[in-house]
């Protein structure tokens, strides 16, 4: 066959699919493939990689410069509070009323104790800790299912002993997946950084929390579908949550 | 501004903060060709759109994505606050992600909704969802973040400032800067068929049935500026 129309080379090197005669040709023409392969590095010069992960809610100055801009004098409604929230947005707080309340009544609590996590885990409608943990929730989530566990669900509090947290992890409707097994995970919000709180087995864990994580950046409470041998995070997640504030 | 489901019970409120993580969240088709990144825990730009009390999503009534995605191409404002309230989560998660700041974030999400209000009439809903269009549109505008920063980098190391590292370096800098200049220089129709291939991930023939082009010329418009970018990449590239 004689080379590939150049054209299709431009195509390919964007990764667009090939006719089987062009891509048998590139496999065995070191030329062809040289052309693909400096267009391709141009593609992959202008293209970002934009790591898969949660959105995350700008806070509310984002829309008032879009308004501001565009003459819109519609508004959006507000995100759902503890949405977004980085340590900017926090400052951005007082701005949106209503459930931002609440928030503030639960991280007063936190700050006076048990008494406060007594009323917080009323406040919040949390359930009753997982038996082998003992004190006040302090914080409580639910956990949502992802793709990959669409019937599961779950929830997970923090609670608040003499000397520790712990994170509660009940679930519901995980099965089992032979080879593999499930862990628990507390991550930041831009799902850069992240930490393993240990292993799920069956469908209840308590597992301590470092005294050196702070909540506050690590508020989302994620369950993956691990490998043996491999300890970074999968990528597959079962279960996730956002811890509020 | 309102709370999302004023009037919702305390139950509520212990899981709001669970809405940025999947809310506005729901199948992004054009979002597809982003290169995963092994230690991103989950999909959740991919899940399904979810209902409940702590999503605050589309289960709170409110027009189909559909219906904004259409009043949006029409021009009525509503859709563009709609459009907000639903995507700007995504943006902003991906911009957040890419460039490691949150004041280029800011404006990288700000951006991508003004460029896609004064823009609208370039997007059309049966060529695919408003959310697709905007995420193509936040990649270039990342990209664009990516460069003008490079770009402010190397005039303060010319005014002999010392400049900290990036929070996320950008393995192409250097080439980007030079290609974007280029792009710049591209005049139309190629510099917009080269936006959608490279930021939309569009096929030839989406382009073409995008831009009303003959197949045969957006293939050799492609081809072309292809050529004249790495031409300018040979010259003026990571050399510098």
């Known amino acids: 066959m004689p080379h590939c ?21 590139l496999a065995g023409c070191a030329r062809c493939r040289q052309d693909v392969a400096e267009l391709a590095a141009v593609v992959g010069a202008v293209r970002v990689d934009v ?5 995350v809610e700008p806070p509310a100055r984002v829309w008032d410069a879009v308004a501001a801009a565009t003459g819109v004098s519609a508004a959006p409604r507000a995100p759902a509070a503890g949405s977004g929230r980085d340590a900017r947005s926090v400052r951005d707080a007082g701005r949106w009323a209503g459930r931002r309340v609440l928030l503030a009544v639960a991280a007063a609590c936190l700050a006076v ?16 800790p997982g038996p082998a943990a003992s004190g006040p929730v302090v914080a409580r989530v639910s956990l949502a299912a992802l793709p990959l566990a669409a019937d599961a669900s779950g929830a997970a509090s923090v609670v608040r002993s003499a000397s520790a947290r712990d994170l509660v992890v009940d679930v519901s409707r995980l099965g089992a997946r032979p080879g593999t097994f499930y862990e628990v995970w507390l991550i930041d919000r831009s799902v850069q950084r992240m930490v393993p709180v240990g292993i799920l087995r069956g469908s209840e864990g308590v597992f301590t929390i470092p005294d050196s994580v702070d909540l506050g950046q690590y508020p989302v409470v994620d369950i993956s579908v691990q490998l043996p041998g491999d300890p970074r995070h999968s990528g597959r997640s079962v279960l996730r949550g956002t811890l509020p504030a | 501004m309102s709370g999302r489901s004023a009037g919702a019970g305390p139950g509520a409120a212990v899981s709001v903060g669970y809405a940025g993580a999947s809310g506005p969240a729901r199948h992004v088709p054009g979002e597809v060709a982003m290169r995963p990144d092994p230690t991103a825990p989950g999909r959740p730009d991919v899940a399904p759109a979810r209902g409940g009390p702590w999503d605050g999503g589309p289960s709170d009534g409110g027009p189909s994505d559909g219906d904004v995605a259409a009043r949006f191409a029409a021009g009525d404002e509503r859709a563009l606050a709609l459009a907000y309230e639903r995507w700007a989560g995504l943006v902003h998660g991906m911009a957040l992600r890419a460039l490691g700041s949150a004041d280029e974030a800011e404006d990288v999400t700000q951006q991508v909704f003004v460029s896609a209000w004064t823009g609208r009439h370039g997007y059309r809903p049966v060529a695919g969802p408003l959310a697709a269009w905007l995420v193509g549109i936040a990649r270039h505008r990342i990209a664009d973040a990516f460069a003008r920063r490079q770009r402010e980098r190397r005039l303060a190391e010319a005014a002999g400032a010392v400049a900290l590292p990036a929070v996320t370096p950008d393995p192409h800098a ?20 080269m936006e959608l291939a ?28 292809l050529v004249r970018l790495r031409a300018r990449l040979e010259v003026d590239g990571a050399a510098l």
């Open chain 2, 174 to 193: 250097d080439d980007r800067v030079v290609l974007f200049d280029e792009l710049a220089r591209v005049g139309q129709p190629q510099r917009g068929i």
């Open chain 1, 113 to 128: 104790g048990a008494v406060g996590g007594a009323l917080v885990t009323r406040l919040v409608g949390g359930g009753a």
């Open chain 1, 5 to 25: 129309d150049p054209e299709v080379l431009g195509l390919a090197a964007l990764g667009e699919r090939v006719a089987e005669a062009d891509a048998a040709h």
């Open chain 2, 198 to 225: 490279f930021f939309h991930d569009l096929t030839h023939e989406q382009i073409a049935e995008r831009t009303g082009l003959p197949l045969g010329t957006v293939k050799s418009h492609i081809r072309r500026t």
């Open chain 1, 51 to 55: 790591p898969a992960g949660p959105p």
